[in-house]
């Protein structure tokens, strides 16, 4: 199974952007997809998006608009979440996650450890 | 975009109590219903996938039911260290949504 590790937290000025990783160890990174879900202070999890590594094929979350970029570097194995003009609302812990295989769409089966963005001036 | 309502939103039970959260979806969704476990400060744990499949290593205690839109997670026997916020997330098609989550504590 993938273990996946995440960049460290960061703080943003609001309308800048926010680059966050998701390094994938274990098995052939290119079997898995991954997904996104953020979690505000005291919220519930919100699904942002997802890449297929493979195929570079990614899905968004209508919300997000152009706001949000996700790329794969195999080479590397790491998956980049791209958040841009921030506001406070962005504000959240991030997850990254490896889909279940199978089928076009999944559950979500193994977890980044998070990757707290603070948005504030 | 499909809808996912949990009920309740909070609940307290006595260590041993069988406790149930439903989750129903706006739309149907077939079998493609998940649930997660996330205790206090930590990551998000799957306990149950296509709705009743119990993933691997999760206490048998853990169960799961339902199909379409109404769907179930029932714990026969509470223990202490099931506190945590519980969420369902459809997977039927895009964009995939979790419910609000139930916040379940001991008595």
């Known amino acids: 199974q993938v273990q996946l590790m995440q960049s460290g937290a960061a703080v943003k000025k609001p309308g800048s952007s926010v680059r966050v990783s998701c390094k994938a160890s274990g098995e052939t990174f290119n079997n898995y997809i991954v997904a996104w879900v953020r979690q505000a202070p005291g919220q519930g999890l919100e699904w942002m998006g997802r890449?297929?590594?493979?195929?570079?094929?990614?899905n968004f979350a209508p919300k997000f608009g152009g706001r949000l970029t996700i790329t794969a570097d195999s080479h590397t194995k790491t998956i980049f979440l791209e958040l841009s003009s921030l506001t406070s609302e962005d504000t959240a812990i991030y997850y990254c996650a490896t889909e279940g295989k199978g089928r076009f769409l999944q559950y979500l089966l193994a977890w980044g450890q998070g990757t707290l963005v603070t948005v504030s001036s | 975009d499909i809808q996912m309502t949990q009920s309740p939103s909070s609940l307290s039970a006595s260590v041993g109590d069988r406790v149930t959260i439903t989750c129903q979806a706006s739309?149907?969704?077939?079998?493609?219903l998940s649930w997660y476990q996330q205790k206090p400060g930590k990551v998000p744990n799957l306990l149950i996938y296509d709705a009743s499949t119990l993933e691997t290593g999760v206490p048998s205690r853990f169960s799961g039911s339902g199909s379409g839109t109404h769907f179930s997670l029932t714990i026969s026997s509470l223990q202490p260290e099931d506190v945590a916020t519980y969420y369902c997330h459809h997977y039927n098609h895009l964009p995939p949504a979790f419910g609000q989550g139930t916040k379940l504590l001991i008595k």
């Open positions: 739309q149907d969704i077939g079998k493609y």
């Open positions: 890449i297929s590594p493979v195929i570079e094929a990614s």
